[in-house]
């Protein structure tokens, strides 16, 4: 059996950019694993493993895309949904 989300969002309660992100998901319908960095040490260290410095970070099992671009997620969401 795969993972219960197909995307993970990696963000703070406080960029733009991760509360842009959020909304964009939402009004797509999509189940996503919200992971807020600046909530706890664990999710602090799950962002660490992807080596990126900058948030959102959406993933799936094959795709990073860093950054919110509405037209990015939307192919993201596509190719997971494949």
Known sequence: MGPKFK????G????????AARAHLHKAGVEFQDVLIDKSKDNERQFAALDQ???PV???????????DADDFEEIIKNASN
Do not use: P
């Open 53 to 55: 410095k900058a948030v």
């Open 7 to 10: 995307l993970t969002l990696y």
């Open 12 to 19: 703070t309660t406080t960029c733009k950019y991760c509360i």
């Open 58 to 68: 959406l993933v799936t099992a094959n795709e990073m895309v860093v950054g919110f």
